[in-house]
């Protein structure tokens, strides 16, 4: 070698040690917004995947996969409001940008883990509740496809480690494990290490859906649909409040009272949630995590909202991300670290706001005489400021029950009628010197006590705002509303999935339900009573399902049971091939049930 090539051999030799002594770790935390009826919403999680590609499926490439040394478990109930419940921390993930994060639970029907046993769980995803008879309920929170995971779209960086802490001591080579991958990497007498934090973010208000089953007079089972999103803490921050809560009767633990942070939706016709928190039981709030930007932070319309007061609107929040990462350096054999994004947010304070009580009645949805609304539909109740250009805020919203069945009709009811506030609206817009936000008291364009309802489904346009509803003239429940079907979004093409029933065992079980989810998401239902009649080679057709888009990648489930004994025969088994309807618009599937 001459002495020129030896000169630059030396340089980038020390480079890459320098390189190699930018240790980064990444951390990763749940978070999310459960409704006051729930005392606890556990999951468990045993692998965190990552991808570049938001469209990626679970059997597709491209997966960074992680396997927790013990699976973890978070209460969505405690870690809310600003809580985040840590999942794993120091994952060796490459520095780069991600789309994607795919979480791995721990089904209800495995063995109970550590770490649920730990947390008081009877089951590693469970929901706990009390009915309006004061019954406690602890059922297991059904998952979809769960081996498949919840896949969690978001916009994610981890950045190159602090370069200019690592440039003082020797470097040594060595090689260590990241994720089921050997990668080389390098120690060193002086480090630095860059902590990446991510956090998802799941809205059970949204995400659980209680039903009923086997002749079941009240819910008695729950099933979460995942509509979960996922955040780089680096580029978020947080909208904080306090409600005054004397002027409120009938409260009794945590008040029944969500704050939601809105946008435009993409049409302009309407506003729709982006997260929500509850109200804690010192009536004080955090909304966090926010996606924002330092370039262009955005502004939140806030809806502070509760079947028993009269909404607040706090209009043009600007949020702002959280404070810069700190880094310290320290020399000889210990390690400098740098911490980008934390749960220490840049808040910004709606201050004090004094909620007044209102009445309320009750709603739930009636019989379509056409096409049943997608199994994993919500309908949301809509109210409009009465000045020029507003258009609807969302106020209430809840998930409709996948399975309900009138006769030989397969039509969803709401899980839980709707509680509404017939109140007026307090709204006022945010002044960003910090002064108190001077709230006006006016009735809505739909009048006090009405709204406009419409439903919404993954694949679909949402549904329009031509139906209303009205607070009864006697009584405290309205008539039950009927809702037009939704049409396809666009992209979407119409699909059919043909799907082949065979019992492992004739005549075990004689009513169930086939479940097609799309990344914990739940698309489509269809009853399974006739096929189990049948015998073995029926075919259960599931037709209009949104095909030709990266989101048309279905995997099947199924729910049986025995209609003599429901509960005691309760069966749950997802399958692992999938069903692709991304080039195409037709799909099939052998199913047999064990």
Known sequence: MNRKSLSLAVPIAVLGSVLAGCSVKTDVSVTGNSPALYSHVWITAQEVWFNTSAAAGPDDGGWVKFSLSTPATVDLVTDSGGNLGSLVTGLKLAAGNYSQVRLIPVDAAAALTSSAMTAGAHYNAEADFVDSGGTPHQLPLELLSPDQGIGIQGSLSVPIGNIGAALSGATTPTTSATSSTPSTTASATSSSTTTASFALDFDAARDLALFTYGGASSPNGILMS??????????????????????????????????????????LSRHVVVSSTPVHADGSFLLYPLATSSSNPPTYDVVIHGAGIATIIIKAVQVSPASSSTSSTTSASTSSTSTTGSSATNTVSVGTLIPRSASSYTVNLGNASGPALPAGAWVAFYQTLAA?????????????????????????????????????????????????????????VEKAGGYLVAASAPGYQDGPLTTSVAAPQSGTTAPPVTLPALTLAAGNSP??????????????YDHGELLLGHDGTLIAAAPLDAALAQGPGATVAVNSVPSGTPASLYYAA?????????????????????????????????????
Do not use: C, M
């Open 226 to 267: 995942s509509h979960a999103s996922a955040y780089d803490l680096s580029q978020v921050g947080g909208i904080s409040g306090q409600l005054t809560l004397t002027n409120l009767t009938g409260i009794n633990g945590l008040p029944a009272i969500q704050v939601s942070a809105e946008v435009l939706s993409a049409d």
């Open 388 to 444: 020029k250009g507003e258009v609807p805020y969302l106020i209430e919203a809840s998930p409709i029950d996948p399975f309900s069945q009138t006769l030989a009709n397969f039509n969803p009811t709401l899980a839980n009628a709707e509680g509404l506030s017939t109140g007026t609206i307090d709204s006022g817009t945010y002044n960003a010197s910090g002064a108190t936000v001077t709230l006006v008291s006016a009735a809505p």
């Open 558 to 594: 199924v729910r049986v049971w025995k209609s003599s004994a429901p509960s005691s025969t309760l069966h749950r088994q997802s399958y692992p091939t999938a069903i692709d309807l991304r080039g195409s618009a037709s799909g099939s599937a052998q199913l047999t049930i064990d």
């Open 495 to 508: 699909g059919s999935i043909s799907v082949s029933i065979t019992q492992a065992t004739a005549g075990k």
